[in-house]
C-alpha cells in the first residue's frame, strides 16, 4: 500500500521543521506586537495624565501620540523583518521540501 501525498508530505522532516521553526517565529513576532499594543492600552487605561501631557511646553504632541506612533512603526517593521526571514528561510524549505516531494 502506498502513502497518500498527504501523508509523505506531513510525515517529511523538512515539513515538520518547517512547520516548527514558522510557528515559533511566528509566535514571536505576534508576542511582541501584542506587546507594543498592550503596553499603549495599558498605559491609556492607568496612566491618562501621562499619555495626554505634553512632550514640551506650548507643543501639542503627546506622549500617547508618540507611542501610538511607535507602535504602528514597530507594527511595519516586524512585518518587513518576518516577511524577509519569510523570503530568505521559509521559502527555501518549502522549495526544498517540493523538490524532495517530487513537485518541482
Known amino acids: 500500500m502506498s502513502q497518500s501525498v498527504t501523508e509523505k508530505c506531513l510525515a517529511h522532516p523538512k515539513f515538520k521543521q518547517l512547520v516548527r521553526t514558522r510557528g515559533r517565529f511566528s ?7 501584542t506587546a507594543g499594543y498592550g503596553i499603549y492600552v495599558l498605559g491609556m487605561a492607568f496612566a ?6 505634553s512632550m514640551e511646553e506650548g507643543h501639542s504632541m503627546t506622549y500617547g501620540i508618540l507611542i501610538a506612533l511607535l507602535v504602528i512603526i514597530s507594527g511595519m ?28
Open 27 to 33: 509566535l514571536l513576532f505576534s508576542l511582541i506586537v
Open 48 to 53: 491618562p495624565g501621562f499619555m495626554s501631557s
Open 77 to 104: 517593521v516586524s512585518s518587513g523583518i518576518y516577511i524577509w526571514w519569510s523570503s530568505r528561510k521559509f521559502d527555501v524549505l518549502k522549495a526544498e521540501l517540493l523538490k524532495d516531494l517530487g513537485y518541482e
